[in-house]
């Protein structure tokens, strides 16, 4: 009588086929190194008896489980979604799944999440990772094959992708300038953010080259709701134009100021960054930096395999924003003259 196939284990085949599980285990797995007619003659006793290995043991046989980690901050953000789906969907094509961890934007988090569900997987990816950078690179050893996504820590042997948004805020701002733009404030993001570090080296560097703009610092965070809460302070602040830390808080900043009164872009304009798919389909269209983040994803799984497979990876990438000029900004206000 044949067993039914769920029923079946390695043992029943190894009876059937006369040899040890340990051989029914090699042979199955490719790694059998015997004579050919005991290998074939496992083949036929699984045949035989339908035996099909179970995948989780099959992956512990091989020391591999076909599945990255990816940790992001917070997966609710759209440029985190597009960076998950250009990786799920490229290892997908070498039968590679990603399992997802989000920190929920608790830096403390981060390490402890890392190393937990890189334990369940064969590598991981950290995407914009917020703990401190001594902390990533005590930990580095623990995670590897690791890639960064936006984030690159001298001293740690771990391809890069990154986004030059020192350059990407810089021309933002300079965008602004340019319509007349003196008074700004940066509505700025999670003061762990690696990013938003960079953000602020840009808007320093653009003040040094423009010493006839100020700009105010009004805190937030990474989510529309930050952007929305800091809508009072901006228009407090007296600025003609705010540079938010992402499209996020842009578009929760502009509904706040519009539920104070304050007309976008007539009384004051506002830019993003990352330029999420809704950043041009929210009223007014949302100026931006627009960045690539699925082609990150895509570019994160072709370093891990690199890796994963003892090869070289590709180099570094630094992605340059790319300004999108949209209706969310407009000329500086005339001043009024007594």
Known sequence: MTAHRGSVTIADVARNAGVSPATVSRVMNGRFGGEPDVAERVREAAREL?????????????GRTHAIAFVVPDLANPAFQSVLAGLSKTAALDG????????????SEEGPLSVEIRRRT?????????MPEEELAALAAQLHPLVLVNRSVPGIAAP???????????ALAQHLYDLGHRSLAYVYGPERSASNAHRERGLDDFLREHPD???????????????RAAAPAVRDSGVTAALAFNDLVAIGLI??????GVRVPDDLSVTGFDDIPLAQYVAPALTTASVSHSELGVLAWQRMRAL????QPGHNVVFQPRVETR????????????
């Open 308 to 311: 994963m497979n003892g090869e």
């Open 96 to 107: 590679y799944r990603v399992l997802v961890a989000d920190s929920g934007e608790t830096p």
């Open 50 to 62: 339908a035996y099909a290995p179970s995948p989780l043991a099959r992956s512990l046989a091989l």
């Open 213 to 227: 703009v100020r700009i105010e610092r009004v805190p937030a965070g990474a989510g529309s709701e930050d952007g």
């Open 160 to 170: 890069s992708l990154a986004i030059d948004y020192r350059a990407g805020i810089a």
């Open 255 to 260: 509904g706040g100021l519009r539920a104070l």
């Open 327 to 338: 209706d969310s900004t407009g000329a500086a206000p005339a001043v009024d003259e007594d």
């Open 122 to 130: 064969d590598a991981i990816v950290l995407c914009a990772p917020r």
